[in-house]
Nanobody, 122 residues
Framework: QVQLVESGGGLVQAGGSLRLSCAAS????????LGWFRQAPGKERELVSAIIWSGNTYYADSVKGRFTISRDNAKNTVYLQMNSLKPEDTAIYYC????????????????WGQGTQVTVSS
């Protein structure tokens, strides 16, 4: 069993930055894919970024060049650095994990954190 705990969300003005953290416990995630999803009110949960064990990463087009995902295997933690934030980035952000390669669909992920709210004001 894997437990994921997100932190780092908050309220920020447009153009600002936040860094989200997702700390995992219960299992070493070095061979797992870790993804950051977000869900805005009335919208489906979408994959924002993901990283796999080799270090390969994925970014949604909407966040490319602004967000950076990284992982610290020693700390069993994944980070999402979010720069140049826009009001449309406002959502609850979730981290999730699954064995081996990443996947786009939320249903492919086995474990989820509780989410952290990110609000970007204009």
């Amino acid at each position: 069993q894997v437990q994921l705990v997100e932190s780092g969300g908050g309220l920020v003005q447009a153009g600002g930055s936040l860094r989200l953290s997702c700390a995992a416990s219960g299992r070493t995630l070095s061979n797992y894919a870790l993804g950051w999803f977000r869900q805005a009110p009335g919208k489906e949960r979408e994959l924002v970024s993901a990283i796999i064990w080799s270090g390969n990463t994925y970014y949604a087009d909407s966040v490319k060049g602004r967000f950076t995902i990284s992982r610290d295997n020693a700390k069993n933690t994944v980070y999402l650095q979010m720069n140049s934030l826009k009001p449309e980035d406002t959502a609850i952000y979730y981290c999730a994990t699954r064995p081996y390669g990443f996947a786009y669909a939320p249903t492919e992920y086995s474990y989820w954190g509780q989410g952290t709210q990110v609000t970007v004001s204009s």
